[in-house]
């Protein structure tokens, strides 16, 4: 199975900030990754598909970048709404399999 | 709009079996592969299981694998999961996932919650 490890757990960000979530793949994916967003007591949402391709109707502010092992999500200007919990997938092979993920929380 | 809805979910004992259920509406549910996806208590997503849009071709995660079984009626628009011999670690909130393309979960049900407990 492909281990899928983010980096860090959880992180303090004021409004404004740029925040960086990287993803390590334990082996290969190519660019078969995707990240989602999930706030608390609800289904996660889909961001980032592709490593990098952005999903409809999400802000411009998310982007996404890597390919192979090492992952990154980039928010560009932290907003209010953005502060949640944010999880990579990889979906080059089954089992799919999610990263830990990375809290984000206000400072 | 698309939508999905579990229902099913509840209070079980160990040993015990369940049968989740997925209503999907505002797509082509027959044109889509399907997946379940699960989160217990305060942890990460794990998913479980995939089928694909016709029900041919179907995978499980090992920690489900001969337990659950995932299945499909694409007349009645729905999706299902029936889970024998369920355990405490099975305990979780389920959610059905849309398979936008090359296994990217692009919609999600708001959930249902399994609890496994005397």
């Known amino acids: 199975d492909i281990q899928m490890t983010q980096s860090p757990s959880s992180v303090s960000a004021s409004v404004g900030d740029r925040v960086t979530i990287t993803c390590r793949a334990s082996q290969g994916i190519s660019s078969w990754l995707a990240w989602y967003q999930q706030k608390p007591g609800k289904a996660p949402k889909l961001l980032i598909y592709?490593?990098?391709s952005l999903q409809s109707g999400v802000p411009s502010g998310f982007s996404g970048s890597g390919s192979g092992t090492d992952f990154t999500l980039t928010i560009s200007s932290l907003q209010p709404e953005d502060f949640a919990t944010y999880y990579c997938?990889?979906?080059?092979?089954?089992?799919?399999?999610f990263g830990g993920g990375t809290k984000v929380e206000i400072k | 709009e698309v939508q999905l809805v579990e229902s099913g979910g509840g209070l079980v004992q160990p040993g015990g079996s369940l049968r989740l259920s997925c209503a999907a509406s505002?797509?082509?549910?027959?044109?889509?592969?399907m997946n379940w996806v699960r989160q217990a208590p305060g942890k990460g997503l794990e998913w479980v299981s995939y089928?694909?849009?016709?029900?041919?071709?179907?995978y499980y995660a090992d920690s489900v694998k001969g337990r659950f079984t995932i299945s499909r009626d694409n007349a009645k628009n729905s999706l299902y999961l029936q889970m024998n011999s369920l355990r405490a670690e099975d305990t979780a909130v389920y959610y059905c996932a849309r398979d936008r393309d090359n296994h990217v979960f692009d919609y999600w049900g708001q959930g249902t919650l399994v609890t496994v407990s005397s």
């Open positions: 592709a490593a990098s």
């Open positions: 505002g797509f082509t549910f027959s044109s889509y592969s």
């Open positions: 997938q990889q979906a080059n092979s089954f089992p799919f399999t």
């Open positions: 089928i694909s849009s016709g029900g041919s071709t179907i």
